[in-house]
């Protein structure tokens, strides 16, 4: 039973550059989450998503960041124009439907570790 | 909004030396309490969840319990490779659904 599979693991970008994150989700969960940890601080929450929607995207900057998640295929979180500052550990999460009164556990992945020089 | 603070940020203890993690909150509605484990260049890997105050769960050498404002990982007799990074995370029924909102960790360091 594979875990989150996110890809690449580590990816190197120029300033300017288009940055694209791939994230399956745990086999029979239909809830991906985006969570960045940048160096020295913990993780903040980016979006959360369902097949073909986006359910909370609180957490995402307001410019050059997007994130979908398509009935076929991986979810993908992508950066334009990428700046230094974007530079950090990008983590894809996946859960099970959403119960009634308990919390769902969150399955993180291993996963992208963004580079911009 | 949401808040978790996590004490100590580092520790450091000899092997077989017990001590405790501790993880404050305050949340709009508590949903559930996570406990993660996270070694370097590792994403999250999940160890408990919480629901409600008076609640433990046990796990080989670790422990976790909760109470209304914080919520305690007791570590027993830990073994170097219990070495990590220990994230809290709380979970509200208010707001962004199954939205997590973490702590910044307790670094461990176990030595022989």
């Known amino acids: 039973n594979a875990g989150v599979m996110q890809n690449p693991r580590h990816l190197v970008r120029r300033r300017g550059q288009e940055a694209r994150l791939r994230c399956s989700p745990m086999k029979g969960h239909s809830h991906v989450y985006w969570y960045r940890q940048l160096p020295e601080e913990g993780l903040k929450f980016m979006v959360y998503l369902q097949k073909e929607n986006i359910i909370d995207e609180s957490g995402m900057p307001k410019e050059r960041f997007s994130a979908e998640f398509p009935k076929e295929g991986p979810s993908i979180l992508r950066i334009q124009q990428v700046v230094r500052g974007d530079s950090a550990a990008y983590f894809c999460a996946s859960s099970p439907s959403q119960g009634l009164n308990s919390g769902n556990t969150i399955y993180f992945g291993e996963g992208s570790w963004l580079t911009v020089v | 909004e949401d808040q978790v603070t996590q004490s100590p940020e580092a520790l450091r203890l000899q092997e077989g030396e017990s001590s405790s993690l501790n993880c404050s909150y305050t949340?709009?509605?508590?949903?559930?309490l996570f406990w993660y484990r996270q070694d370097p260049g590792k994403g999250p890997e999940f160890l408990f969840t919480l629901y409600s105050a008076g609640e433990e769960k046990e796990k080989e050498r670790l422990k976790a319990t909760l109470t209304k404002k914080e919520s305690f990982l007791h570590i027993t007799a830990p073994k170097p490779e219990d070495s990590a990074t220990y994230l809290c995370a709380v979970q509200a029924f208010t707001g962004g659904g199954n939205k997590l909102t973490f702590g910044t960790g307790t670094q461990l360091k176990v030595e022989l």
């Open positions: 949340v709009s509605g508590l949903r559930g």
